[in-house]
Nanobody, 126 residues
Framework: QVQLVQSGGGLVQAGGSLRLSCVAS????????MGWFRQAPGKEREFVAS????????YYTDSVKGRFTVSRDNAARTVYLQMNRLEPEDTAVYYC???????????????????WGQGSLVTVSS
């Protein structure tokens, strides 16, 4: 049984930082591109960042470039999203995702996702 278990969400003031973690089990992690999506109230789930199976290639949505960093540690079976200079517009439920497609494909939408994490609420106050 595949599980993606997330941790690290919470409440932070604008300008602050948070790190999300996603621990995978039940799959061979280095065979999957990994990514993060988010869903704000009343909005569709959207792509945030992705990382290739080796960790050598990353992709970001424009609004988080220069502020967020996605990384992975295959030996620890963990993917991270470091979020700096957070803004109120970043408030959302964040989801970890695993895909057997290329990391770039995750930026094209949720249709390439094989597995989802349970979601982590990130709230940024102004």
């Amino acid at each position: 049984q595949v599980q993606l278990v997330q941790s690290g969400g919470g409440l932070v003031q604008a300008g602050g930082s948070l790190r999300l973690s996603c621990v995978a089990s039940g799959l061979i992690l280095d065979q999957y591109a990994m990514g993060w999506f988010r869903q704000a109230p009343g909005k569709e789930r959207e792509f945030v960042a992705s990382v290739s199976w080796s960790g050598s290639t990353t992709y970001y949505t424009d609004s988080v470039k220069g502020r967020f960093t996605v990384s992975r540690d295959n030996a620890a079976r963990t993917v991270y999203l470091q979020m700096n200079r957070l803004e109120p517009e970043d408030t959302a439920v964040y989801y970890c995702a695993a895909s057997s497609s290329h990391a770039y494909d995750l930026s094209r939408g949720t249709g390439y996702i094989n597995y989802w994490g349970q979601g982590s609420l990130v709230t940024v106050s102004s």
